[in-house]
Antibody
Framework: VQLVESGGGLIQPGGSLTLSCAASGFTVSGHFLTWVRQAPGKGLEWVSILYSGGDTYYADSVKGRFTISRDTSKNTVYLQMNTVSAADTAVYYC????????????WGRGTLVTVSS | SYVLTQAPSVSVAPGETARIPCGGDNIETKNVHWYQQQPGQAPIVVISYDSDRPSGIPERFSGSNSGNTATLTISRVEVGDEADYYCQVWDSSRDHWVFGGGTKLTVL
């Protein structure tokens, strides 16, 4: 199992950015995929989950601004980030849940998003 | 929303036992999972479902959950155990995942 995030970078407040998480060793359609973020020097914060059946859930802090999705042909999960602010500055990790769907069993190395003018 | 509370830091001497608590309202009714994060690295699971130890995690790591407190216990602490530790639960009422604020373990 491998998860590789990409798409991070410097973005201005109010802008948009899409993160990608390329998966290998399993199919994204068969597992729960999650984004977790970590602001510089801060703790972990769950952001969003995409269930294998297609349902999605979001943390209150990003609901209405972020969208999680997947492309099964590319075996990739995405996080579209809109109307970003400095509070969204963080390393964004892509994770895959365990078979029971609860534990963040596999993690990518993360991609850094910096929101600044 | 459900809140998990962790002490910011715990210090212990090498060879001693470190206990890292995680507080939550009636947390014993939830499954608690623990993650270790070394500086500059992604977290890894060290304890899942209160007390299960994934393969590759030393037997020195154990977990318990009772009342309003879950505890990660590290026996015979080594310098390499120095890291940030996070507890985590699933808030089924909202389909949200919750992390504690993290505890920095310092090995003196």
């Amino acid at each position: 199992v491998q998860l590789v995030e990409s798409g991070g970078g410097l973005i201005q407040p109010g802008g948009s950015l899409t993160l990608s998480c390329a998966a290998s060793g399993f199919t994204v359609s068969g597992h729960f995929l999650t984004w977790v973020r970590q602001a510089p020097g801060k703790g972990l914060e769950w952001v969003s989950i995409l269930y294998s059946g297609g349902d999605t859930y979001y943390a209150d802090s990003v609901k209405g601004r972020f969208t999680i999705s997947r492309d099964t042909s590319k075996n990739t999960v995405y996080l579209q980030m809109n109307t970003v602010s400095a509070a969204d500055t963080a390393v964004y990790y892509c994770t895959r849940q365990d078979v029971r769907g609860i534990v963040f069993q596999y993690w990518g190395r993360g991609t850094l998003v910096t929101v600044s003018s | 929303s459900y809140v998990l509370t962790q002490a910011p830091s715990v210090s212990v001497a090498p060879g001693e036992t470190a206990r890292i608590p995680c507080g939550g309202d009636n947390i014993e009714t939830k499954n608690v999972h623990w993650y270790q994060q070394q500086p500059g690295q992604a977290p890894i699971v060290v304890i899942s479902y209160d007390s299960d130890r994934p393969s590759g995690i030393p037997e020195r790591f154990s977990g318990s959950n009772s009342g309003n407190t879950a505890t990660l216990t590290i026996s015979r602490v080594e310098v390499g155990d120095e890291a940030d530790y996070y507890c985590q639960v699933w808030d089924s009422s909202r389909d949200h995942w919750v992390f504690g604020g993290g505890t920095k373990l310092t090995v003196l």
